[in-house]
């Protein structure tokens, strides 16, 4: 089978195109014939080099989420599922790859209306999505602030919110066309990434969900409200400054709160719950699946290009040759 593999560290073009013999599925696991590869901010990082000390080497093949159909189980699986279209987490990578084996306790069954290019959209993503508002503890009316709106989590995020009543819904964004996008998904207030540039946005705000951290992550703690919650849920413009809790404990009086939150620490039956009710309203069009580009698995090398050039607005999805999706 074909698979992307990172040969060289560094570059888009350290990926390259090798074949390997199918996978066999492990205890627990079950193999996947891919339609749909999601292509992930986590794949960037580890094709540059910079999760190397987590154990990822040179010769690992990326991709963490994959929809398609299951064509053989492991030991310990419910044969039942050869043959269903699924969405599947592979955990530690070999998603980019027309068969991947993934854990079967990842597994959530595709609705008959829903495509393998939006179930890897908005799968991780909205799990990210739905577990970080309920780690911010946001309710009905209460005010939100999305920092780094335009990737999968923040665009889901958005939708989230204003389902849930959210008072308002900013978001931090890089350009007015972005600004309009987010706007047609629930967003009430576009600010630049500086978060200024709506004089009527509200002061503050009762919930801050941040996927960009970076050395402006203090300057957002004055956009709490009194008990305001802010949630890192990504870090996609590096770690913050060092002592950057000192700027709240400045404003203790506040009685601010700082938190991350990771899907890892969601147990998979409730992950699996939540992923399938989204999967089934996005079936029925409750949900918009942003998708920005479908490219064949051999061009793992112009979608990381694009992930590099800051230009994807959504998701970007492999697929391979053969796959519907193309
Ligand atoms: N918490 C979890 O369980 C979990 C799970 C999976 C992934 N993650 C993390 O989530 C992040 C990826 O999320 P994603 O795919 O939604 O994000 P993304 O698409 O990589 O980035 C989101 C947006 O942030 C803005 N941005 C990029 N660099 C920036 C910078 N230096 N300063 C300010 N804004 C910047 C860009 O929008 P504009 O150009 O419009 O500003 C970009 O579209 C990664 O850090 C990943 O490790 C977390």
Known sequence: MKAVAIQAFGSPEGLVVIDLPDPTPAD???LVATEAIGVGSVDVLIRRGALAAY??????????????????????????????????????????AEQAVAPAATLVPL?????????????????????????????????????????????????????GDAGAVAVTTSSPERGDRLRK????????????GDEDAPAGYDVIIDVVAGAHLPSFFAKLNPNGRMVAVGAVGGPPPAGFAMEMIAAFRKSMSFATFSADTVAQPDRRAVTADLFAAASRGEWDAVVHDVLPLEEAVPAHREMEAGDVFGRIVLAPSGSPAL
């Open 111 to 163: 609705p008959a209306a829903l495509s393998a290019v939006d179930a890897v959209t908005l799968g991780s993503s909205g799990i990210v999505a739905h577990f970080g508002l309920r780690h911010a503890r946001f309710a009905p009316g209460e005010s939100v602030l999305v920092r780094g709106a335009a990737g999968g989590i923040g665009i889901m995020t958005v939708q989230l919110a204003a389902r």
């Open 185 to 196: 998904l629930g967003a009430t207030h576009v600010l630049d990434r500086a978060g200024e």
């Open 28 to 30: 627990g696991q079950v």
């Open 55 to 96: 154990g990822f080497s040179e010769g690992h093949v990326l991709g963490g989420e994959i929809a398609g159909t299951v064509t053989a189980v492991g030991s310990g699986v419910d044969t039942s599922w050869v043959g269903r279209r699924v969405w599947a987490f592979t955990g530690m990578g070999g998603g980019y």
